[in-house]
């Protein structure tokens, strides 16, 4: 089974700070990671993923995730929040193996708030 | 351009009465999948379809169905037997590389009176 817990539901900073988004996961097969964004009243959009290799995955708009299995996790973050970043996200794990059903699973979201 | 379209955007309707949710694709992917949006409660799966003719029900399927009769077409009804239909409805496929991400529509909103 797997499944993915989001700390902090809502997570405010001031504009120029450093955004940290926390996803931890737990599967019982290397899984592949996702960080998806959500502004309000529209569809989720792919930040970034991770699958294998490289730790440290660059996406869209300036953020970034690093996987780190001993933790079991995989942050979102980004060197200066600006007022257009301000939108929900979601982590998502699904296993990484054949057989998969390839249902994605989702933490419950956390609201990011940009003050200015 | 290609992308999943969702209509309507907004809806209301009457306790009791039976809707039906579009979702149209044009990114010739097989897999669907339809979710169920709360505060809070992050994304629920309700039904998937992985090929055409065929579908599973998904984590909360009770009082949705579903029909997949074509490849870019994947509509879902939610029923009366629906307790609380009243939610943010997302549609979305799956793309063709092997790490299965989703690609999402822009939602539907359904408000029950």
Redesign the interface.
Known sequence: AQSVTQLGSHVSVSEGALVLLRCNYSSSVPPYLFWYVQYPNQGLQLLLKYTTGATLVKGINGFEAEFKKSETSFHLTKPSAHMSDAAEYFCAVRPNSRGSNYKLTFGKGTLLTVNP | DGG?T?SPKYLFRKEGQNVTLSCEQNLNHD?MYWYRQDP????R?IY?S?IVNDFQK?DIAEGYSVSREKKESFPLTVTSAQKNPTA?Y?C?S?GTS??????????S?LTVL
């Open positions: 999943i969702q897999a809070g409660q992050g994304l799966l998937y992985q998904g943010f997302l979305a799956k092997a790490t299965g991400e989703l690609f999402f529509g822009e939602g909103r």
